[in-house]
């Protein structure tokens, strides 16, 4: 890939912002890595607008993605390092180190995964019947942990709608060598006496240890709870969603195309009475998660809050992007 | 099963049953009836027993057609059960007890539909909001119903993958005039806060008032639960199942993997298995009531719509049980 010019990296943001609301860009991780590396990018190609091109990116990326704490916290994160640097050293050292501090913040987040996939492995036992949910590079990773054990074990999963990345995940998971089912979500509870675990992810974590994951989840810790199978979340604690503490809500993204569900040449024939309505994310109340999977240890989630103090003290400190970028300003010329 | 000197019309419709070129559980039903009625019009004998014993032969043929369509051998049933009890002193009485069987079945099954809408509606109150899953026309019909007196205007229908069936009951209610908000299964508990009362059909109804129905039936029921919102089936009595009293299971069905994904999926991906259960078993304790036709009763009073509507005594399952039992060993 070539060299981009300024009016390229700007034009990009509309298209990655498109990405992020379609849920194209799927997983909570991959938005996040996918607009830090836009910044990279309009950091080398374009680095005499590049304050500019920050104000007029990051607001369009949370906007397009209001549910992905992952994202919020990593531009936070680059953020604060920008600024730290840009006051102490000046703005251009500031602008020259920014492919060095995202791979940093990338990496950290990879170890974290990495960490997370580890102690996750350790809740599989042989023999057992896995039920998961969407696709998660963390829980494909925990499950790869779990094989090099030598443990044996099957996975159902759900083709997760309205998205379907779910049959991806099935093709992932069945080329580890895993025992894998593909079922429709209306099929949860139907296997769910069959098996022994529920493991998902989350997109983010609430304060309250409440958990944002693709819509669907919350369906299945319901029926695990029935059968008494007990319901597991992986997530690092980037994906904890601190301004709940302060009660913001996390919203919830629902797109409203007919194509979603049915064939295009159906959905073109929809009668106005008929409306679509298709959630890309639900909340599993704590009380219908038995552990929430950190970096730092598995967790209840009403621990959740001990999590944050041990970060970032009690009350969270914290800057909102929007403070954060109101500093940047100051770098427009 | 041999159709030797079963008539021509009886077998055509049989056929058309097995074939499934006739589907859904009322229609199935009318069928069966009128191919009793059929078989009894083309008899020409004049031998009492003999006709008994020829009417018998043709109620189990035509039972075979379909083994696990409950509404098939309850229809049989209806007619079979006014004939075994009735005393004619002729075949021409005889052949009369079974038209007039059939007839008053094919009626009856016919108004059940909007009787189960007209019950089912005094159920729904103003302004509720209600959920429903899969096609049913006796949940379609309690919706109208309710919508035509002026006290709902909005249905959550769920698309009911992999079929899709959401897509024709958004298509009959928005047609009705009703609003539809059309939704993915997974978003069914998310949406639930938002609905008052659930209404869906089924497909067969166990003894103890368990449901069988469209796959995710039993998931809608317990987010419902879980939300306090009721649950009403609405389903015709042709629907209960006479073999669970004697402590049958019902079979689910498992269907064509390409119902979920396509086979160019399938051959890239060969060693993952795909799982298409047709239906689910909700348990009676989470539904409300079961609307019929001849009232709305609470599931695990089932039993009593078996007993006296479709006259059948676990005695009578029982040997007819063991009269089939004893064919088979007899012919091997």
Same mark, same amino acid.
């Given at each position: 890939?070539?060299?981009?010019?300024?009016?390229?990296?700007?034009?990009?943001?509309?298209?990655?912002?498109?990405?992020?609301?379609?849920?194209?860009?799927?997983?909570?991780?991959?938005?996040? /890595?996918?607009?830090?590396?836009?910044?990279?990018?309009?950091?080398?190609?374009?680095?005499?607008? *590049?304050?500019?091109?920050?104000?007029?990116?990051?607001?369009?990326?949370?906007?397009?993605?209001?549910?992905?704490?992952?994202?919020?916290?990593?531009?936070?994160?680059?953020?604060?390092? /920008?600024?730290?640097?840009?006051?102490?050293?000046?703005?251009?050292?500031?602008?020259?180190?920014?492919?060095?501090?995202?791979?940093?913040?990338?990496?950290?987040?990879?170890?974290?995964?990495?960490?997370?996939?580890?102690?996750?492995?350790?809740?599989?036992?042989?023999?057992?019947?896995?039920?998961?949910?969407?696709?998660?590079?963390?829980?494909?990773?925990?499950?790869?942990?779990?094989?090099?054990?030598?443990?044996? *074990?099957?996975?159902?999963?759900?083709?997760?709608?309205?998205?379907?990345?779910?049959?991806?995940?099935?093709?992932?998971?069945?080329?580890?060598?895993?025992?894998?089912?593909?079922?429709?979500?209306?099929?949860?509870? /139907?296997?769910?006496?069959?098996?022994?675990?529920? *493991?998902?992810?989350?997109?983010?974590?609430?304060?309250?240890?409440?958990?944002?994951?693709?819509?669907?989840?919350?369906?299945?810790?319901?029926?695990?709870?029935?059968?008494?199978?007990?319901?597991?979340?992986?997530?690092?604690?980037?994906?904890? $969603?601190?301004?709940?503490?302060? $009660?913001?809500?996390?919203? $919830?993204?629902?797109?409203?195309?007919?194509?979603?569900?049915?064939?295009?040449?159906?959905?073109?024939?929809?009668? $106005?009475?008929?409306?679509?309505?298709?959630?890309? /994310?639900?909340?599993?109340?704590?009380?219908?998660?038995?552990?929430?999977?950190?970096?730092?240890?598995?967790?209840?989630?009403?621990?959740?809050?001990?999590?944050?103090?041990?970060?970032?003290?009690?009350?969270?400190?914290?800057?909102?992007?929007?403070?954060?970028?109101?500093?940047?300003?100051?770098?427009?010329? | 099963?041999?159709?030797?000197?079963?008539?021509?019309?009886?077998?055509?419709?049989?056929?058309?049953?097995?074939?499934?070129?006739?589907?859904?559980?009322?229609?199935?039903?009318?069928?069966?009836?009128?191919?009793?009625?059929?078989?009894?019009?083309?008899?020409?004998?004049?031998?009492?027993?003999?006709?008994?014993?020829?009417?018998?032969?043709?109620?189990?043929?035509?039972?075979?057609?379909?083994?696990?369509?409950?509404?098939?051998?309850?229809?049989?049933?209806?007619?079979?059960?006014?004939?075994?009890?009735?005393?004619?002193?002729?075949?021409?009485?005889?052949?009369?007890?079974?038209?007039?069987?059939?007839?008053?079945?094919?009626?009856?099954?016919?108004?059940?539909?909007?009787?189960?809408?007209?019950?089912?509606?005094?159920?729904?109150?103003?302004?509720?909001?209600?959920?429903?899953?899969?096609?049913?026309?006796?949940?379609?019909?309690?919706?109208?119903?309710?919508?035509?007196?002026?006290?709902?205007?909005?249905?959550?229908?769920?698309?009911?993958?992999?079929?899709?069936?959401?897509?024709?009951?958004?298509?009959?209610?928005?047609?009705?005039?009703?609003?539809?908000?059309?939704?993915?299964?997974?978003?069914?508990?998310?949406?639930?806060?938002?609905?008052?009362?659930?209404?869906?059909?089924?497909?067969?109804?166990?003894?103890?008032?368990?449901?069988?129905?469209?796959?995710?039936?039993?998931?809608?029921?317990?987010?419902?639960?879980?939300?306090?919102?009721?649950?009403?089936?609405?389903?015709?009595?042709?629907?209960?199942?006479?073999?669970?009293?004697?402590?049958?299971?019902?079979?689910?069905?498992?269907?064509?993997?390409?119902?979920?994904?396509?086979?160019?999926?399938?051959?890239?991906?060969?060693?993952?298995?795909?799982?298409?259960?047709?239906?689910?078993?909700?348990?009676?304790?989470?539904?409300?009531?079961?609307?019929?036709?001849?009232?709305?009763?609470?599931?695990?009073?089932?039993?009593?719509?078996?007993?006296?509507?479709?006259?059948?005594?676990?005695?009578?399952?029982?040997?007819?049980?063991?009269?089939?039992?004893?064919?088979?060993?007899?012919?091997?």
């Amino acid at each position: 890939m070539g060299m981009k010019n300024c009016d390229e990296v700007f034009s990009n943001i509309s298209v990655t912002s498109h990405a992020l609301r379609q849920g194209k860009i799927l997983g909570s991780t991959e938005a996040g /890595f996918a607009v830090l590396k836009d910044i990279e990018e309009a950091s080398k190609s374009c680095p005499e607008k *590049f304050p500019r091109f920050l104000l007029e990116a990051v607001p369009s990326y949370l906007k397009a993605r209001p549910t992905s704490v992952v994202m919020k916290n990593l531009l936070r994160e680059y953020l604060d390092v /920008f600024l730290r640097v840009a006051s102490r050293e000046g703005l251009k050292d500031a602008i020259a180190q920014t492919p060095q501090h995202v791979e940093s913040i990338i990496e950290n987040v990879e170890n974290i995964k990495d960490a997370v996939a580890t102690l996750g492995s350790k809740r599989i036992n042989d023999g057992d019947i896995i039920l998961t949910h969407s696709y998660s590079s963390t829980i494909i990773k925990l499950l790869q942990k779990a094989l090099d054990r030598g443990l044996k *074990f099957s996975v159902i999963i759900t083709e997760s709608r309205p998205i379907g990345e779910g049959k991806y995940a099935a093709e992932v998971i069945s080329r580890l060598g895993v025992d894998t089912t593909l079922i429709v979500d209306s099929a949860v509870r /139907f296997v769910m006496k069959r098996v022994n675990r529920v *493991f998902v992810s989350a997109d983010a974590v609430a304060a309250n240890g409440a958990v944002i994951n693709k819509a669907g989840t919350s369906a299945i810790a319901l029926a695990a709870k029935e059968a008494r199978v007990r319901t597991y979340v992986t997530a690092g604690t980037y994906r904890i $969603g601190l301004e709940t503490v302060f $009660g913001e809500l996390i919203e $919830g993204v629902v797109l409203s195309d007919a194509s979603l569900i049915m064939p295009e040449d159906k959905a073109k024939e929809l009668s $106005g009475r008929i409306l679509v309505k298709a959630p890309l /994310f639900d909340v599993t109340p704590p009380e219908y998660i038995d552990a929430i999977i950190t970096e730092k240890g598995v967790l209840a989630p009403q621990a959740i809050p001990l999590i944050i103090k041990e970060i970032y003290g009690w009350p969270p400190r914290l800057r909102p992007p929007e403070e954060l970028l109101e500093e940047v300003r100051k770098y427009v010329s | 099963m041999s159709a030797e000197g079963i008539p021509e019309k009886t077998v055509r419709i049989r056929e058309d049953i097995r074939k499934m070129i006739i589907r859904g559980a009322g229609k199935i039903a009318r069928a069966g009836a009128q191919a009793l009625a059929e078989a009894a019009k083309e008899y020409t004998g004049d031998n009492l027993k003999d006709f008994l014993n020829y009417m018998e032969r043709v109620a189990q043929y035509v039972t075979s057609a379909r083994p696990t369509a409950v509404s098939l051998p309850n229809a049989v049933s209806y007619v079979m059960i006014r004939l075994r009890r009735s005393t004619p002193a002729s075949v021409e009485e005889a052949k009369e007890v079974v038209i007039n069987a059939a007839e008053s079945f094919i009626t009856y099954s016919k108004e059940a539909v909007d009787r189960i809408g007209k019950l089912g509606a005094k159920r729904i109150e103003n302004g509720d909001v209600l959920m429903t899953h899969c096609h049913s026309t006796a949940a379609v019909s309690v919706m109208v119903h309710a919508f035509n007196q002026g006290k709902i205007s909005k249905v959550y229908v769920k698309e009911t993958r992999p079929k899709l069936q959401g897509l024709i009951t958004a298509k009959a209610l928005s047609d009705a005039g009703l609003d539809v908000v059309l939704i993915p299964d997974s978003s069914v508990r998310y949406f639930m806060k938002r609905v008052n009362k659930v209404v869906v059909g089924a497909d067969t109804i166990a003894a103890n008032g368990a449901v069988i129905n469209k796959i995710g039936t039993s998931l809608v029921a317990l987010a419902a639960k879980e939300a306090r919102v009721r649950v009403y089936v609405a389903a015709e009595t042709y629907k209960f199942s006479p073999r669970t009293v004697i402590g049958e299971l019902v079979p689910i069905e498992e269907r064509d993997p390409r119902e979920i994904v396509n086979e160019e999926w399938i051959k890239r991906n060969p060693q993952v298995r795909i799982y298409n259960p047709v239906f689910d078993v909700t348990p009676p304790e989470y539904i409300d009531a079961i609307i019929t036709e001849k009232g709305i009763i609470p599931p695990q009073a089932a039993i009593l719509i078996l007993m006296e509507d479709y006259g059948m005594s676990i005695q009578e399952i029982m040997t007819k049980d063991i009269e089939e039992l004893q064919d088979d060993e007899l012919r091997e």
